[in-house]
């Protein structure tokens, strides 16, 4: 059993490989967005298209178990977007990437976000060849979360921290979240929005302008 799960990641490192190489030389910045359902992955991809489209080639790939609901939300927002549905399973993995970039077409200097699918276990396992990992938290979670699902916040580079406008209405500490989550990596980024509101949204669109400079 133990020899199966290796086989099987092995192989993901692969192709995962694969991919980074297809990036590096089409100068493409791949983001994996990881979290739990809910926490505001679309909101986010949605106000970062309408917000950067215009100066930016921007792709998305979209993981879900099933429905094509947040691929058609990134159409409307104004950039191509593909669904994976992955049926049983709980992440994507390299070859379905892999797949998606064939039929996607990307550009060079493009910005490819990957919305995983939403869990904070399996997906963290998997690498797809992205340049950044970035975890998203709401604060309706708890701030507990990066003690509970570790290996996600430690394969992360940089940490959303989403819905801060219900800030006031929940019992989340965001200094309690950001200590439990620097134990865990202490070179973890943080970035605190609303999507709502759009209180930090700039400080996230610096950081992918940052994120391609240094490709
Ligand atoms: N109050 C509030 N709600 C938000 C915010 N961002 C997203 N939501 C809501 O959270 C729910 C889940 O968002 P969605 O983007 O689908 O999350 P995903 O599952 O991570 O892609 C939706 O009802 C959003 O409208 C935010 O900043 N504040
Ligand atoms: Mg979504």
Redesign the pocket.
């Known amino acids: 059993m133990v020899k199966l799960n290796l086989d099987i990641l092995s192989e993901n490192n692969r192709l995962a490989e694969r991919n980074r190489g297809w990036f590096e030389a089409k100068h493409v910045l791949a983001l994996n967005m990881v ?12 106000s970062t298209i309408r917000s950067m489209v215009e100066t930016q080639k921007l792709f998305v790939i979209e993981g879900d178990q099933q429905t094509t609901r ?1 691929a058609d ?1 990134i159409e409307k927002s104004g950039a191509p977007a593909i669904q994976i549905n992955t049926g049983s399973g709980c992440h994507l993995d390299g070859n379905m990437i892999h797949l998606a970039l064939k039929k996607l077409e990307i550009p060079e200097h493009a910005i490819l976000f990957i ?1 995983n699918v ?1 869990n904070l276990v399996c997906p963290a396992m998997f690498d797809l060849g992205e340049q950044k990992r970035v975890v ?1 938290i ?1 604060v309706t979670e708890g701030d507990d979360k990066p003690l509970k699902y570790p290996y996600m916040f430690e394969t992360s580079h940089l940490c959303i921290i ?5 800030l006031p209405y929940v019992d989340f500490k965001v200094e309690t979240a950001m200590k439990y989550a620097r134990q865990i990596n202490p070179n973890l980024e943080f970035i605190m ?5 759009g209180e930090g949204m700039d400080e996230w669109y610096e950081w992918l302008k940052k994120q391609l400079q240094v490709l």
């Open positions: 979290s739990s359902p809910g926490s505001g992955k679309t909101s986010i991809l949605e947040d939300r919305e939403g998203v709401s989403n819905k801060t406008d219900l929005v609303s999507v709502k509101t």
